[in-house]
């Protein structure tokens, strides 16, 4: 027996499980004709083959497992984000992909039962499926067992983003198995009904009372891919939120030439040494050095809390297809804490983004002034993200940026200095080396962490 586990319990039909060697996917004998229909009809090779669906090795029986019918390994991903820490574009690629991906399934015969934004990851700047067992057969004048999940999930918080802000998609964290939909009625703009996608499918959609299943027409293959067509326009339709301009987009480009050359070299230099397994970008703006970081590391993790900032990583992704990089939309004053059955279900940020190295430049100043956190906590933070070495930049208080942050403050900000950073960072690391980037004044800190016996 197969016994339920924190991340992988609801479904029926298949179990995910943890082995020293990676995960394995353990489908019951409930399942087999679904699960050979669309390995075996052609669906499973096209998905695949489109990037929309993840791959996997068919491993065969278990033995030990009376009901189970078989098991697989899919492809082994390096890092799950969460719906709540995508940006817009991100939340847009994985709405379409799920339609595009019924609406293939719809010419096989069969259909997604599940409509879970969280039953996706993020990779290549493309969304892709992760549940392998989440297809039905469907035949005609059936109705679409997803079709509420999928409003209240995908599509609501989508509308809510675009209509609204981007910050909308935070509430998923509070909602993971979807917003109500007269919740979503009730905040979206008045210009959302004038959208037929928005009245069919979240406002008059909430003011349905009854039974779903006894009420709902079915439909004909023909009829749900043209509805899924009509959804899929509107998205492709909403290419951007509402939102005001990042604070921080052009950060880098106001920035002397002198200093962003000199700051690479000696990041470009030390992460050479360092030859990282993995790197957290805290803070990484527009990615100049995640992407740099990519180079030498397997994989890397870019966090930011301006959306702009993300979709900008996004697009960049997309446009070059890397792999090795994720983008993450999190506000490290209040990052993604653990969710779900016992909080284990959806593990934290600190969890899933614990990295062998650490970029934190340009940023402490941003936390320590602008969020009022203090500046041992900041390194704290590090030290959480962080395995082996930390790469931080310190920025001194008469820098034009800080002085900028401060006099936001009223001008009587005091918790700030190179002092306090170094006594405050000691505790978590030991210093490496130390460079001042040329006429900037601003330092660049090579750190080790500091691994204190447990007790």
């Known amino acids: 027996m197969i016994t339920p586990n924190y991340s992988s319990y609801r479904d ?6 943890k082995k020293q060697d990676g995960w394995y996917r353990y489908v019951f004998n409930g399942y087999q004709k679904e699960f050979d229909y669309l390995t075996q009809s052609g669906l499973y090779l096209e998905l695949v083959e489109k990037g929309l669906m993840i791959s996997h090795k068919d491993i065969g029986p278990d033995d030990g497992s009376p009901d189970v019918y078989k098991v697989i390994r899919p492809d082994q991903i390096p890092f799950q984000s969460y719906p709540f820490e995508w940006s817009y574009s991100q939340w847009r690629k994985a709405l379409i992909a799920l ?3 019924n609406n293939i399934a719809l010419k096989y015969g069969m ?3 599940d409509a879970s934004p969280f039953n996706f990851y993020i990779t290549k700047g493309r969304a892709v499926l992760l549940d392998t067992t989440s297809f039905i057969l469907f035949t005609k004048n059936d109705v679409w067992v997803a079709y509420r999940q999928f409003c209240e999930e995908f599509l609501g918080p989508l509308a809510l983003m675009h209509y609204n802000g981007d910050q909308w998609s935070e509430l998923v964290s509070a909602y993971t198995r979807g917003l109500p939909l007269a919740f979503i009625s009730r905040q979206l703009r008045r210009s959302s009904w004038f959208s037929l996608t ?8 909430a003011r349905f009372r009854g039974s779903p299943a006894k009420s709902q027409k079915g439909f004909t293959t023909e009829k749900l891919q043209s509805l899924f067509s009509m959804i899929r326009s509107t998205a492709l339709s909403w290419n951007e939120p509402y939102r005001l301009k990042g604070i921080w987009k052009d950060y880098y480009d106001g920035g002397s030439p002198k200093y962003i050359l000199e700051k690479e070299k000696t990041v470009i230099r030390w992460l050479d040494d360092i030859k ?3 790197v957290a970008d805290l803070g990484a703006n527009t990615g100049r050095f995640a992407f740099i970081a990519a180079k030498y590391a397997d994989y890397v993790i870019a966090i930011d809390k301006d959306e702009n900032c993300i979709d900008s990583i996004e697009d960049e992704i997309e446009e070059r297809s890397i792999a090795n990089i994720t983008a993450l939309r999190i506000d490290l004053a209040e990052p993604s804490p653990a969710r779900g059955v016992l909080n284990k279900e959806y593990p934290s940020i600190f969890d899933r983004g614990k990295s062998d190295t650490v970029l934190g430049l340009a940023l402490v100043h941003h936390l320590c002034i602008d969020m009022n956190i203090s500046m041992q906590l900041v390194a704290e933070t590090f030290s959480a993200f962080c395995e082996r070495f930390a790469v931080v930049e310190f920025v001194p208080p008469d820098d034009e940026r800080v002085v900028q942050l401060i006099a936001n403050r009223g001008g009587l900000f005091t918790g700030y200095s190179e002092e306090l950073f170094i006594t405050a960072f000691s505790a978590e690391f030991d210093q490496v080396e130390e460079v001042e980037i040329g006429a900037s004044k601003r330092k660049l800190f090579l750190l080790k962490k500091r691994h204190k016996p447990t007790v």
């Open 12 to 17: 029926p039909a298949a179990r995910v499980v």
């Open 99 to 101: 339609l595009d991906i």
């Open 111 to 113: 259909i997604l039962k």
């Open 198 to 205: 928005c009245l069919l499918h979240i406002h008059l959609h």
């Open 276 to 278: 990282p397994g993995t």
